[in-house]
């Protein structure tokens, strides 16, 4: 059973918004998830939030052996960084 953290589309035609969650890599973009970690909008506007991700849990996850795609672990970092402002 190999785990990816990935990106699961939620939201309307041209306004996306994404779930980070870690499921099977076998599993379809949009189907059965292990555990939801995250959420991404990349169109937030004013005071709402672009990323809200639990950082433990992810770490959590990679070090059972669950591997980030580039996006997610892209998302990673930038929440890592706005963790530490």
């Known amino acids: 059973m190999a785990l990816r953290i990935r990106l699961q589309r939620q939201g309307r035609i041209h306004h996306p918004s994404y ?6 890599s076998s599993s379809r973009r ?3 998830y292990v555990e939801k970690i995250g959420v ?3 169109q ?5 939030l672009e990323l809200s991700m639990n950082l433990e849990r992810a770490t959590y996850w ?4 669950a ?3 580039d996006t ?4 990673i970092r930038k ?3 706005s963790v530490k402002k």
């Open 19 to 24: 779930r980070v969650v870690v499921a099977e």
């Open 30 to 32: 949009d189907g059965k």
């Open 40 to 42: 991404y909008e990349p």
């Open 44 to 48: 937030a506007k004013g005071n709402s």
């Open 62 to 65: 990679m070090s059972v052996g």
């Open 67 to 69: 591997k980030a795609t």
């Open 72 to 75: 997610v672990a892209q998302l």
């Open 79 to 81: 929440a890592k960084i």
